[in-house]
């Protein structure tokens, strides 16, 4: 197979440029073109305001932004006596409220916020798109068979829908015409029960299709080439997706909406659902548009209690669906992630965490991404590109030939610039000593060792040209060996912005450490056979990661002292620098460790530990190790991690915090974590509880925790799980 691989890639580094590049391969293009806005939430806004939201958006990498409507009609005080709530004209109090002085309503215009907004947008370069009218009735509608108000509504609604995109047209189009990217119609359509199970004639079809038709025609009349997009949502337990593809299909067809148009289901994250639900029904919306119109796909980023969701389920849920969608936007991230900065910083990682090119999602622009667009392109079984827009080096909007030349040509000018490659020790030592700002050193296969002395340098790379310690062939990785576990490391960095990748390191008492050595990755790794900790972040190491590692059989000789990832140093020995801050332990899985997992000394601030799996097999208990992790530190964020305790008697706790020195051990958020702990009570050697996170003196909080206790899986969302009375359980 390896050499079929390397036939494809001469053959990709063989073909011809035909284009010249358009995508920097070394941008950071946002997963989310745009985000909606809700109008309640900006009506009174003025042009500053504005301006500040169009900067952040600018920031979070959105192109435009999506006002929900401009014009709401909100029916409150009920209906009048024995009236039916389904009749618009029936209720007993009806406010309209809007963006801009309408003839429709004077009484309640909000000034005119939208020419505030298209001011704004225009100075800020982005674009804004503009829903129409939201009248709070459609829900009122839309089960059982259609009626005569729904017919009439619908028919009136499309009308004013489309009377307010002429008045907007005709008031704004001529001086702000360019910023106002496409239209929005407010109505989200779901997979009504008889719509779907086919009892209605095709009649909500037909009833939606013509109403929807009201702002096509108007649209093709004033501005013909700006898009309307609307953004339907599901409900598993109504239809099944393949009913609602056809209802879609039907509405499609009925409306006019044309290949200019967009649809965007709402992925209905939300809700809870799983990835493969998720997936199942945008896949089968993609089907029923059938390329009659642009498909984009609309992320929640709100769970079940309204609260903003987790970027690990934002993630998981982008992924799942991806591939499907020619962009993404989301639902909302000025009310969800915009308000809080953590939040807000966190989306941005994840948001922007993406390189032109990086098909296999590795983090380095490869040979053996061109060799994954190759395989797609021959339709080869096993070819899968997760997310597509990043092939598309052209910017075309499509995967052909030409976007594999031009990462030909990418390639070639990539291996022309300071690529370094080594197969053996001596040279290894000569690029490691020698290294430079830039330098990509790269390892081939095969054992080099590194028992005469370690691997070390003090030389400092830059946040635009870090200095790459990597495998020439990620499937088959060089292997750094020393001569015995019980002293020595594998790998010493004392210089800052260092990438090593894809390495494995044993047979040493440690393997990598890093020193005064800070924004440095250590990803795709693994490390093993090793007499203690396997990676040490210490000496003000700080911004630093450890990504997609796999690290076990540490502690070989020194149990006690044998932890997965150590970050800081504890405060009984002298010559280090503790502070050690801002450090990140993502996605590593841990067997076999026989001290804590991960051990975050005190004197260090805000480590990140995320999507990690912690087996608790061989933990010893040596030097009171009793959890996967254990926090000294201060403000860690542990989240979206997995433990399993498989009935070592020697794991007390999922996590631990300790006290070490006066004033940390303290404000750590522990969220949406899973433990599988077997048992309650009554473990061997321990009567007390096993809790999820035990720390008695620490004002720590909680969310979304979840707990097995050999009987299932429960939320751990009260007391009997957290060994203190400081807890703060956030919703």
């Given at each position: 197979?390896?050499?079929?691989?390397?036939?494809?890639?001469?053959?990709?580094?063989?073909?011809?440029?035909?284009?010249?590049?358009?995508?920097?391969?070394?941008?950071?293009?946002?997963?989310?073109?745009?985000?909606?806005?809700?109008?309640?939430?900006?009506?009174?806004?003025?042009?500053?305001?504005?301006?500040?939201?169009?900067?952040?958006?600018?920031?979070?990498?959105?192109?435009?932004?999506?006002?929900?409507?401009?014009?709401?009609?909100?029916?409150?005080?009920?209906?009048?006596?024995?009236?039916?709530?389904?009749?618009?004209?029936?209720?007993?109090?009806?406010?309209?409220?809007?963006?801009?002085?309408?003839?429709?309503?004077?009484?309640?215009?909000?000034?005119?916020?939208?020419?505030?907004?298209?001011?704004?947008?225009?100075?800020?370069?982005?674009?804004?798109?503009?829903?129409?009218?939201y009248d709070e009735m459609w829900w009122k509608y839309g089960w059982g068979e259609p009626d005569d108000y729904f017919r009439d509504w619908s028919a009136s609604n499309g009308k004013s829908c489309a009377d307010i995109i002429e008045e907007i047209w005709e008031r704004y189009g001529e001086k702000y015409g360019?910023?106002?990217?496409?239209?929005?119609?407010?109505?989200?359509?779901?997979?009504?029960?008889?719509?779907?199970?086919?009892?209605?004639?095709?009649?909500?079809?037909?009833?939606?299709?013509?109403?929807?038709?009201?702002?096509?025609?108007?649209?093709?009349?004033?501005?013909?080439?700006?898009?309307?997009?609307?953004?339907?949502?599901?409900?598993?337990?109504?239809?099944?997706?393949?009913?609602?593809?056809?209802?879609?299909?039907?509405?499609?067809?009925?409306?006019?909406?044309?290949?200019?148009?967009?649809?965007?289901?709402?992925?209905?994250?939300?809700?809870?659902?799983?990835?493969?639900?998720?997936?199942?029904?945008?896949?089968?919306?993609?089907?029923?548009?059938?390329?009659?119109?642009?498909?984009?796909?609309?992320?929640?980023?709100?769970?079940?209690?309204?609260?903003?969701?987790?970027?690990?389920?934002?993630?998981?849920?982008?992924?799942?669906?991806?591939?499907?969608?020619?962009?993404?936007?989301?639902?909302?991230?000025?009310?969800?992630?915009?308000?809080?900065?953590?939040?807000?910083?966190?989306?941005?990682?994840?948001?922007?965490?993406?390189?032109?090119?990086?098909?296999?999602?590795?983090?380095?622009?490869?040979?053996?991404?061109?060799?994954?667009?190759?395989?797609?392109?021959?339709?080869?079984?096993?070819?899968?590109?997760?997310?597509?827009?990043?092939?598309?080096?052209?910017?075309?909007?499509?995967?052909?030939?030409?976007?594999?030349?031009?990462?030909?040509?990418?390639?070639?000018?990539?291996?022309?610039?300071?690529?370094?490659?080594?197969?053996?020790?001596?040279?290894?030592?000569?690029?490691?000593?020698?290294?430079?700002?830039?330098?990509?050193?790269?390892?081939?296969?095969?054992?080099?060792?590194?028992?005469?002395?370690?691997?070390?340098?003090?030389?400092?790379?830059?946040?635009?040209?870090?200095?790459?310690?990597?495998?020439?062939?990620?499937?088959?990785?060089?292997?750094?060996?020393?001569?015995?576990?019980?002293?020595?490391?594998?790998?010493?960095?004392?210089?800052?912005?260092?990438?090593?990748?894809?390495?494995?390191?044993?047979?040493?008492?440690?393997?990598?450490?890093?020193?005064?050595?800070?924004?440095?990755?250590?990803?795709?790794?693994?490390?093993?056979?090793?007499?203690?900790?396997?990676?040490?972040?210490?000496?003000?190491?700080?911004?630093?990661?450890?990504?997609?590692?796999?690290?076990?059989?540490?502690?070989?000789?020194?149990?006690?002292?044998?932890?997965?990832?150590?970050?800081?140093?504890?405060?009984?020995?002298?010559?280090?620098?503790?502070?050690?801050?801002?450090?990140?332990?993502?996605?590593?899985?841990?067997?076999?460790?026989?001290?804590?997992?991960?051990?975050?000394?005190?004197?260090?601030?805000?480590?990140?530990?995320?999507?990690?799996?912690?087996?608790?097999?061989?933990?010893?208990?040596?030097?009171?190790?009793?959890?996967?992790?254990?926090?000294?530190?201060?403000?860690?964020?542990?989240?979206?991690?997995?433990?399993?305790?498989?009935?070592?008697?020697?794991?007390?706790?999922?996590?631990?915090?300790?006290?070490?020195?006066?004033?940390?051990?303290?404000?750590?958020?522990?969220?949406?974590?899973?433990?599988?702990?077997?048992?309650?009570?009554?473990?061997?050697?321990?009567?007390?509880?096993?809790?999820?996170?035990?720390?008695?003196?620490?004002?720590?909080?909680?969310?979304?925790?979840?707990?097995?206790?050999?009987?299932?899986?429960?939320?751990?969302?009260?007391?009997?799980?957290?060994?203190?009375?400081?807890?703060?359980?956030?919703?």
């Amino acid at each position: 197979m390896k050499k079929m691989i390397s036939l494809l890639a001469a053959a990709v580094l063989a073909m011809p440029a035909a284009l010249p590049m358009k995508a920097d391969c070394a941008e950071r293009p946002s997963k989310f073109t745009a985000s909606f806005i809700q109008g309640w939430y900006c009506r009174e806004w003025n042009e500053s305001r504005w301006s500040e939201e169009f900067m952040a958006a600018r920031d979070a990498g959105f192109d435009s932004l999506i006002i929900q409507s401009v014009f709401d009609i909100i029916r409150s005080g009920g209906t009048a006596e024995g009236a039916s709530e389904r009749d618009p004209s029936a209720y007993t109090s009806t406010e309209y409220r809007c963006f801009y002085p309408t003839s429709y309503s004077p009484e309640y215009n909000y000034g005119d916020t939208l020419e505030c907004a298209l001011r704004a947008a225009e100075k800020c370069g982005i674009k804004l798109w503009i829903g129409t009218l939201y009248d709070e009735m459609w829900w009122k509608y839309g089960w059982g068979e259609p009626d005569d108000y729904f017919r009439d509504w619908s028919a009136s609604n499309g009308k004013s829908c489309a009377d307010i995109i002429e008045e907007i047209w005709e008031r704004y189009g001529e001086k702000y015409g360019d910023q106002i990217a496409g239209w929005y119609y407010p109505n989200e359509i779901w997979n009504i029960d008889s719509a779907c199970a086919g009892t209605d004639s095709g009649e909500y079809a037909e009833i939606i299709g013509k109403s929807i038709g009201c702002s096509v025609d108007m649209i093709e009349k004033l501005c013909p080439e700006k898009p309307l997009m609307i953004s339907p949502f599901y409900n598993p337990e109504i239809s099944s997706s393949a009913q609602y593809s056809s209802f879609i299909s039907d509405i499609v067809t009925v409306s006019g909406l044309r290949p200019v148009d967009v649809y965007a289901p709402q992925d209905c994250g939300g809700s809870g659902y799983s990835e493969e639900v998720i997936r199942e029904w945008i896949a089968a919306q993609k089907e029923a548009v059938g390329g009659r119109m642009r498909f984009w796909v609309n992320n929640e980023c709100f769970d079940k209690e309204s609260a903003p969701m987790s970027i690990g389920t934002l993630s998981s849920n982008y992924y799942s669906t991806s591939d499907l969608a020619e962009k993404n936007i989301l639902f909302s991230w000025d009310h969800y992630y915009a308000s809080d900065n953590s939040l807000s910083e966190e989306f941005a990682g994840f948001s922007m965490d993406n390189i032109m090119g990086d098909l296999n999602r590795d983090g380095v622009f490869s040979i053996a991404d061109a060799v994954c667009l190759q395989k797609w392109l021959l339709s080869a079984p096993d070819a899968h590109i997760s997310d597509w827009r990043l092939a598309d080096l052209c910017g075309d909007g499509r995967i052909d030939g030409f976007d594999l030349c031009m990462m030909r040509s990418e390639l070639i000018r990539n291996a022309n610039e300071n690529v370094i490659i080594v197969t053996d020790i001596s040279q290894l030592y000569t690029a490691v000593k020698n290294a430079a700002p830039g330098d990509v050193i790269k390892l081939a296969p095969g054992e080099y060792d590194c028992a005469s002395k370690m691997i070390s340098s003090e030389t400092d790379g830059t946040p635009e040209a870090p200095i790459t310690l990597s495998a020439l062939d990620p499937d088959d990785p060089p292997v750094l060996k020393g001569n015995t576990t019980e002293h020595g490391y594998v790998l010493h960095i004392l210089g800052d912005h260092w990438v090593l990748d894809g390495l494995v390191c044993t047979n040493s008492q440690k393997g990598i450490v890093l020193d005064n050595s800070n924004h440095t990755v250590i990803k795709n790794c693994e490390l093993h056979t090793l007499g203690a900790e396997a990676v040490a972040v210490r000496d003000g190491s700080s911004y630093c990661t450890v990504k997609g590692c796999y690290i076990h059989d540490t502690g070989l000789r020194s149990p006690g002292y044998g932890e997965g990832v150590y970050i800081g140093s504890a405060k009984s020995t002298t010559g280090f620098d503790y502070k050690c801050d801002h450090n990140k332990v993502v996605d590593c899985t841990f067997k076999n460790v026989a001290a804590e997992h991960i051990d975050v000394k005190e004197y260090t601030t805000d480590t990140e530990i995320c999507g990690c799996t912690f087996y608790g097999d061989g933990m010893t208990g040596e030097n009171y190790a009793g959890s996967f992790i254990d926090l000294k530190g201060n403000d860690c964020y542990v989240h979206d991690n997995v433990g399993y305790r498989n009935k070592n008697p020697k794991i007390v706790a999922a996590f631990e915090v300790h006290e070490q020195a006066e004033g940390w051990g303290y404000h750590h958020v522990f969220e949406n974590n899973t433990l599988y702990m077997d048992q309650p009570y009554g473990a061997e050697n321990t009567s007390r509880r096993m809790y999820v996170v035990d720390g008695w003196f620490s004002d720590f909080s909680v969310k979304d925790n979840r707990v097995d206790y050999g009987e299932g899986l429960v939320s751990a969302d009260s007391w009997e799980y957290y060994n203190s009375d400081h807890v703060t359980y956030l919703k």
